[in-house]
């Protein structure tokens, strides 16, 4: 079988990504380069590596198990090509986390490892807990900070099941401007929620509508769509709609902006994880998932 580091990246880029176009958009090739690349593997592998299907590309059975070993080549070259730059005392670590967790969680955990592992370099990237889940499968990340709903089921269906360590459990609440039509207040009704403008993340159509509050009885009017939140803050802050934040991002929003907490529905409850691949984890992974559940303010 002759493969080489660039068939194996793409594999793992198209494990990752879930269609040959996502993952042509992602290694700056076009969709009929990857489509090639993925036909020269199975033809070089002598199996049928990838089940394509309306809704994208997933790896076979035989897929699967060449990309167990293409983590483990492609992790040996970029450790040989360190090596040869002479950085061998740096451990690295490949951080996913959802937009959410990020201005709390991360900071303060990369505060405490530079105190105490300072020879951990973390590298981080934002993404969609199904988008990280597929990473961690793929093998592009190393660790990743995700969410659960109740009742809180595995993020996927792949067997063995990811490695999963509990940080907290935080209330969705609502972000308003404090100079808006809830000013002064502390609740809202859902009912009020209805007729309201949301600013939302856009997410694809398989992945649940996040910044609008899940229990709305009815259908949300999306005024602004915008993945930073820095941006989606300040459109809160100005009056041009309201959107959903965790409990602990009350800590670190813009001053013009309240949070409310919603009567007459359930609680919406999310849980703050840590995962991992199944398996061992190295050192300097270990660390940093402790960084991450200790540096979550209780």
């Known amino acids: 079988m002759d493969l080489s580091s660039t068939n194996l990246r793409v594999l793992c880029q198209i494990a990752e990504s879930g269609s040959f176009t996502a993952a042509a958009a992602e290694l700056g090739y076009t969709q009929s380069a990857v489509s090639r690349q993925a036909i020269a593997l199975e033809r070089s592998a002598g199996a049928t ?32 090509s360190r090596d040869l730059a002479g950085e061998p005392g740096t451990a690295r670590v490949r951080l996913g986390v959802v937009p959410s967790a990020g201005p709390v969680l991360l900071t303060a955990a990369l505060d405490r490892l530079a105190a105490t592992a300072p020879w951990i370099q973390v590298t981080t990237r934002e993404g969609t807990t199904p988008a990280l889940v597929r ?28 490695h999963l ?3 907290q459990d935080v209330e969705l609440l609502v972000a308003a401007s404090a100079n808006g039509q809830f000013a002064g207040r502390t609740s809202v009704h859902v009912d009020e929620l209805l007729d309201a403008s949301w600013i939302s993340t856009p ?30 803050l300040h459109l809160v802050a100005g009056g041009f709609g309201i959107t959903t934040v965790p409990d602990p991002m009350t800590a670190v ?14 609680r919406e409850v999310r849980r703050i994880l840590v995962a991992r691949s199944p398996g061992a984890a190295t050192q300097a992974i270990t660390a940093v998932t402790v960084a991450l559940t200790a540096g979550y303010p209780r």
């Open 165 to 167: 360590t509990t940080v």
């Open 253 to 266: 929003l813009p001053p013009d902006v309240i949070t409310l907490r919603v009567e007459g529905a359930p």
């Open 135 to 162: 990473a961690l499968r793929s093998g592009s990340i190393d660790l990743a900070v995700l969410t659960s709903r109740p009742p809180h089921r595995p993020p996927d269906g792949e067997s063995p099941g990811l």
């Open 203 to 232: 997410s694809p159509s398989s992945e649940p509508q996040l910044g609008v509050w899940p229990g709305l009885p009815g259908r949300a009017r999306v005024a602004h769509g915008t993945k930073d939140w820095l941006t989606k």
């Open 49 to 80: 590596l990838f089940e394509r299907r309306p809704d994208g590309v997933r790896l076979t059975s035989q897929g699967l198990t060449l990309l167990r070993y293409a983590r483990t080549i492609l992790a040996s070259v970029d450790a040989a």
